[in-house]
């Protein structure tokens, strides 16, 4: 898990945090690193076997190893005019990172780029005025959020890697074997991390709330519908879980979170703002309402509807549009 987003919300934070927290609500190893100079709201970190690989500044790649010690792996091409977006492969041998080009505030070209993890042997796989960065491998395969701009506009983003569409690419030519367009194009919205069931898809239909679970071979299902009057819609984001039978999704006005699927809402002991699945039974929600300061976690079990507390406090703030939480070992692989 990620905090101190930097610059976000008036934070003039130089370091951000990455945790490792277990389903009973310790946090097991963690450590800090500097925030890039340009978009600083884009994904800092993968997930590869029980290693954390993470971005150190602009340039520095490192890894947060399962014994709790860090690592220097190789240096990226980032500067205060490129920011690299990465993903490694679960066998921790190849990364797949992305060079976005800024001008200014506002990102205007992606270099996709696959090689061996220390660095060597790079390729370049895209090019263009996309901006495209892998988020992780799934089957050989990258998985690719795609977005126009890559700068955020408001608080309310409700996927943590900005993605207006997620490709399926082959790892080694590029090819797009899969997309959740144009299933899931504005105004609809994906929401929450992806792992390995798919994402989550908000279609506005007249006055009807529809979420619908997209699977990576193309399958889509309802979880649930609902009339939005201000009070019964549900608040994003909606986060999949990994079987991908439900969704958690707090519940206005209150923010309680509900567990959605086939067409219900049952709730839970949670109150906050979902951010990622262990598994089926447990999971890890900020204990604030999306787009507020979010400053503690805690680990709802849905089999006996309990809630236990992260034990530590998080050393400044976690992404208010949404928490990064990513699986160890990552079950999108």
Known sequence: MLTGQGQLGGTTSTKYGLYVIAVDGRIIR?????????????????????????????????????????????????????????????????????VIGFSGAGAISTSLRVGNVDGSSVHEIFSGRTIEFPVGWRAGQLVIAVTPSASPQEVGEVNPYWALAYHMADAVTANRTYSTSPTCDGPSSLQGPVNGAGTVCQQNSGNNQILLALGWNGSSRELFRTVVDGYKNAVPPAVLSPDGQRAAAGIAADHRINLLSGGSAAPTAAIGTPAGWFDADHLLFMTAPCCQPLTAAAVLDVSSNTVTPVAAGLAGEADPFAPLFVSIPSNLF
């Open 30 to 98: 963690s450590t800090t690193a500097g925030i890039q100079s340009a978009g600083w709201y884009l994904p800092r970190f993968s997930v590869a076997g029980h290693s954390v690989y993470f971005l150190d500044g602009d340039q520095a790649l490192k890894v947060l190893r399962s014994d709790g010690s860090v690592g220097a792996v190789a240096q990226l091409p980032g500067g205060p005019a490129n920011r690299i977006v990465f993903a490694v492969s679960p066998d921790e041998t190849k990364i797949a990172y992305s």
